[in-house]
């Protein structure tokens, strides 16, 4: 079965850094556009940044800050998060979209929090 795992969250002062990562199994991982979402409380789940074969996009709220790669031999999704704010602080979730058909799968999201 499809599975996707987050690891990497958890508590950083401002200005930290984090980074996430997200394994995959169970989906041929070089056909799936892979992004990062987060969900704040109260707010509703947005999209931080994606990455297919040969681009990437971001918010424009992290734009500079954070960083998504890919790495197709390990399966695995990497945001790196630098120059964090209280902002940031939210549910971060792995998401897999196939780009031929959009079924898509999401991780079970791993909390970041920024606070002093």
């Known amino acids: 079965q499809v599975q996707l795992v987050e690891s990497g969250g958890g508590l950083v002062q401002p200005g930290g850094s984090l980074r996430l990562s997200c394994a995959t199994s169970g989906i041929i991982f070089s056909i799936y556009t892979m992004g990062w979402y987060r969900q704040a409380p109260g707010k509703q789940r947005e999209l931080v940044s994606a990455i297919d074969h040969g681009s990437t996009n971001y918010a424009a709220s992290v734009k500079g800050r954070f960083t998504i790669s890919r790495d197709n031999a390990k399966n695995t999704v990497y945001l790196q998060m630098d120059s964090l704010k209280h902002e940031d602080t939210a549910v971060y979730y792995c998401?897999?979209?196939?780009?031929?058909?959009?079924?898509?799968?999401w991780g079970q999201g791993t909390q970041v929090t920024v606070s002093s």
């Open positions: 998401n897999a979209r196939n780009s031929y058909n959009d079924d898509q799968y």
